[in-house]
């Protein structure tokens, strides 16, 4: 049997994938197949079923939950960090009647920015324009999402709000919940449970042989050096990454359920997990 395990093209998801891209884990009769694209674009294709495994945003899974389920690992969580708005450093100094350039209306980042700043007015941006776009003055304000997030100071923006440090500091100190793995359902019980330990594997394999994982995950690093890249790499796949624990699912649970609260989501989610 063939599978598609999609995923982001950046480091921390690469990382992720180490075990499996390197034949490190063995996968027997199966065969996975692995495709790359921005956050964006995976939320929008796991509304068609596309693949059957694919990280997804959690604001996104809120809509999906009907046709996959979350692994129980891969989980991206900011724990005292997680995305950020940016300015020019003469630009606000708040989101007062300011449009913020966003890189995707399913982004978990910008369900959080909702709950931070109801009514905030938005544009819709690829990720990856949207510090330059800061930086030229061609918009107010950025959400950042993945390696902009330690880059942001070389181009000469200022942070108005890590949403990360707002969610940890509004919750007692849980993550923040951005994406996780998630797998079809109609794979079955069986098969889903057969690739969850695939994935972990691959997971753990990378934390355990950190130096190699590192050195291939920064060829999707987005010009960050090897330093950063392993920096960026541990902000985003560590213990929790390996396993929510109860923390972590207390998290996506308070996440979502805050998001249904203020009808940010059109309906509640019952947060369930692959055994």
């Known amino acids: 049997m063939r599978i598609t395990v999609a ?31 921005d956050i964006e674009t995976l939320n929008r294709a796991a509304f068609e079923g596309k693949y059957e495994v694919t990280a997804v945003s959690f604001h996104a899974y809120a809509q999906l939950a009907g046709r996959y389920a979350l692994l129980p690992h891969g989980a991206s969580m900011g724990d005292g960090y997680g995305p950020v708005v940016v300015v020019r450093h003469d630009g ?26 109801p009514g905030v007015a938005s544009s819709v941006m690829p990720f990856d324009r949207i510090l330059e776009a800061v930086r030229d003055g061609e918009v107010e304000a950025g959400l950042i999402i993945h390696e902009g997030q330690l880059t942001y100071a070389d181009e000469g923006l200022r942070l ?12 007692g100190g849980l993550p923040l919940p951005l994406g996780g793995n998630v797998i079809r359902r109609d794979l079955g019980p069986e098969m889903m449970s057969r690739v969850s330990r695939l994935l972990h594997a691959s997971i753990k394999h990378a934390l355990d042989h950190r130096d190699d994982a590192v050195r291939y995950a920064e060829q999707f690093g987005r010009g960050l050096d090897r330093a950063r890249t392993d920096r960026f790499v541990g902000m985003y796949v560590n213990q929790l990454t390996l396993d929510y624990g109860d923390r972590g699912r207390e998290a996506v649970r308070r996440f979502l359920g805050e998001a249904w609260d ?14």
């Open 7 to 37: 995923h982001s093209p950046d480091s921390d998801d690469a990382f992720m994938f180490y075990g499996l891209a390197s034949g490190a884990v063995p996968t027997g009769d199966l065969e996975v197949d692995q495709v790359l694209a």
């Open 92 to 117: 606000p100094s708040s989101l007062e009647g300011v449009t913020v350039a966003i890189p995707g209306t399913l982004t978990s980042a910008w369900l959080a920015l909702q709950m931070y700043r």
């Open 262 to 275: 203020r009808r940010l989501i059109p309906a509640p989610v019952d947060v369930e997990f692959v055994r």
């Open 160 to 171: 108005l709000v890590d949403l990360g440090v707002w969610w940890g500091e509004r919750t």
